[in-house]
């Protein structure tokens, strides 16, 4: 089992955004295709899309890791 640590790293937060944002920028950019039919306009759809959410999703977990809510505290030892 994989020890987890109780605060994520900015850089891993980063990873995360950016991993997510680009699945969900080809998913954004194929319904935008799928219903104008334009490419270009489809991409350009997808590439603001992405650029906001990013930053919004950055900003969100950032947030989140000052909560406490949910999280069960790391044990104080290892076996």
Not at 10 to 23: E, M, N
Not at 45 to 66: A, P, Q
């Amino acid at each position: 089992m994989a020890t987890t640590n109780a605060f994520e790293t900015r850089r891993r937060s980063f990873a995360k955004a950016i991993s997510w944002r680009i699945l969900a920028a080809i998913i954004t950019s194929c319904v935008a295709l799928a219903m104008t039919g334009q490419l270009e306009f489809a991409a350009k759809i997808g590439l603001i899309d992405t650029s906001v959410k990013l930053l919004i999703y950055f900003l969100h977990e950032r947030v989140w890791n000052k909560v406490n809510y949910g999280r069960v505290p790391a044990p104080d030892y290892e076996v």
